[in-house]
T-cell receptor, first 109, second 116 residues
């Protein structure tokens, strides 16, 4: 079992829709969770981090964490073509950050 | 300059060459990282430095040699690389390598390395 799993996609949504990206992790002791966005040929950029169970909202982005079920998700409301990128989930079970392989999101105009 | 910078942005080298990648962070952070990103694979952590001391080395081949002369600069020295080492090499920094918001990592633009 991979430490951090994401569906590689591509996930295709129409412009204006809600995009839902999911991530599961294997280490129950994980405390910190991060979502990064990576455009093709570019480096990852931080979107959000979350530490507590529940939802955390920042603009059009909402991160949801459920430690009991060991998943973290990212919702993007009112998706725009500029949101088309690969979204990386990262989990910190101990001393280092473990990344998933990323989910490719495509927002169609 | 702001954030995390890396040079060069692109590098092509032969298997017998020696080259170095440079990373500089302008964020006042205490920890710096080297990652390797190959196509269709997750980011792989290579090295972690905290306050200029190496705290993590993820079984990286000795043909990769890191150097951290101070908390703002990080180098990755390369020698006798293999074609499978071709990848995007990313540098990142964080306030500290522990838990919490201070551990948020910020990435540089990366060096695209091609080994012929």
């Amino acid at each position: 079992q991979k430490e951090v799993e994401q569906n590689s996609g591509p996930l295709s949504v129409p412009e204006g829709a809600i995009a839902s990206l999911n991530c599961t992790y294997s280490d129950r002791g994980s405390q910190s969770f991060f979502w990064y966005r990576q455009y093709s040929g570019k480096s990852p950029e931080l979107i959000m981090f979350i530490y507590s169970n529940g939802d955390k909202e920042d603009g059009r982005f909402t991160a949801q964490l459920n430690k009991a079920s060991q998943y973290v998700s990212l919702l993007i409301r009112d998706s725009q073509p500029s949101d088309s990128a690969t979204y990386l989930c990262a989990v910190k079970p101990g001393g280092k950050l473990i990344f998933g392989q990323g989910t490719e999101l495509s927002v169609k105009p | 300059e702001t954030g995390v910078t890396q040079t060069p942005r692109h590098l092509v080298m032969g298997m017998t060459n020696k080259k170095s990648l440079k990373c500089e962070q302008h964020l006042g952070h205490n920890a710096m990282y080297w990652y390797k990103q190959s196509a269709k694979k997750p980011l792989e952590l290579m090295f972690v430095y905290s306050l200029e001391e190496r705290v993590e080395n993820n079984s990286v081949p000795s043909r990769f040699s890191p150097e951290c002369p101070n908390s703002s600069h990080l180098f990755l020295h390369l020698h006798t690389l293999q074609p499978e080492d071709s990848a995007l090499y990313l540098c990142a920094s964080s306030q500290n390598p522990g838990q919490g918001a201070g551990d948020t990592q910020y990435f540089g633009p990366g060096t695209r390395l091609t080994v012929l």
